[in-house]
């Protein structure tokens, strides 16, 4: 195999094209889409020319993702994150551009991490319930927050703001009506499309919708965006209704390469950090502090021994167990 960025595995096309693994290889076996064998493992592999045919390979292959990074926010954006944790969604919207003017979260550990991260942070630590946001009212663009996700008792009707009243949930959408944001902007675990039997979901819908807010929703899988890793997260954006008329609102295009357990694990691409020389248990401080860091570095440096090269090139990190959220202690 020459090129090997040119090929993708049997579980990243599944990944790129929606279906599963057993439907590849049904149609390997009857010739709809016959996959090549690595020379390396063995395993079935797919040229990036075969997929071509596919909408959705097409739009992995002839992205914007340079176009789209290089676009600059006409102002700076003001932006209040609600449930930080250590700032995995607060990085991500500090890169987009936008400016935090406050960050909740209620572990102190967390909180200590965004602060060595980001001194200059408005880090402000307790339980969201204690909080007014009136301070805020008008005064931001974008509200943020990953909530964690929470029955509602439903019982068949739509549900009002009043009646998510105790879950966290609850105090994002207050934090909402008192701040009266642009847009907000909800990440979530891809479970929540499905919890309770999609009730929780539906109830959030229609607080979102009440507070005045047009819903876009889609579930972005990290893999396409430069992160090698197979996570999912269902993000939810909201509009302030008389804004959505005028807004054009585009999700990021995917990047044109998938990110592989290689490229996690040395140096390369993503990281200065060669994962698999570090001496683990001892890693310099300074390594630590890199993106790839703490206990995390030192599991992926552990498993690196272990694993054979050619699954470097085959299969992505993945971080499951419903995904989840992890304390980075480097913020790069
Ligand atoms: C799903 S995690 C969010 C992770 C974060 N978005 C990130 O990217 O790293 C939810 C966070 O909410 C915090 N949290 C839970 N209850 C809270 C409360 N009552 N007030 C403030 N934060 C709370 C948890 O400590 C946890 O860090």
């Known amino acids: 195999m020459e090129d090997r960025a040119e090929y993708f595995s049997i579980s990243q096309v ?6 599963s693994k057993e439907t590849l290889r049904r149609w390997d076996d009857n010739g709809t889409l016959v996959a090549e064998r690595d020379d390396r ?18 739009q992995l292959f002839s992205n914007s993702w340079e176009a789209e990074l290089a676009t600059k ?37 967390a909180c200590n991490t965004l602060r060595k991260n980001r001194p200059s942070w408005n880090v402000v630590h307790g339980d969201i319930s204690k909080l007014d946001f009136s301070t805020y009212r008008d005064k931001i663009d974008v509200l943020s927050g990953g909530f964690p996700c929470q029955s509602f008792s439903y019982a068949g009707k739509s549900l009002g703001f009043e009646d998510t009243r105790g879950t966290l949930f609850f105090e994002f959408a207050r934090a909402v009506k008192e701040s009266n944001p642009r847009v907000l902007l909800a990440e979530n675990v891809r479970g929540l499309l499905n919890h309770d039997g999609g009730a929780t979901l539906h109830a959030i819908r229609d607080v979102i919708k009440e507070l005045g807010y047009t819903l876009v929703e889609p579930v972005l899988k990290a893999m396409f965006y430069r992160v090698p890793q197979k996570r999912e997260r269902l993000f939810l954006v909201g509009i302030r209704n008389d804004l959505a008329n005028a807004a054009t609102f585009n999700w990021p295009s995917p990047f044109r390469r998938i990110m592989t357990m290689a490229d996690a694990l040395k140096a390369g691409e993503l990281f200065s ?60």
């Open 273 to 332: 950090l060669q994962c698999a020389e570090v001496n683990c248990p001892d890693i310099p401080a300074e390594q630590s502090q890199s993106a790839v860091a703490g206990s995390t570095g030192r599991i992926l440096a552990r498993f690196a021994r272990q694993v054979a090269a050619r699954i470097y090139d085959e299969e992505l990190f993945s971080w499951r167990r419903e995904d989840r959220h992890g304390a980075a202690l480097g913020m790069g």
């Open 14 to 19: 599944a990944d790129i094209l929606g279906i």
């Open 73 to 109: 926010p006409a102002r700076p954006f003001r932006l209040v994150e609600l449930f930080a944790g250590a700032g995995g969604l607060a990085i991500g919207m500090e890169r987009a551009g936008f400016e935090s003017v406050m960050l909740n979260e209620i572990d102190k550990h």
């Open 41 to 58: 493992s063995n395993y079935r592999v797919y040229h990036k020319s075969q997929l071509e045919i596919f909408d959705q390979a097409q």
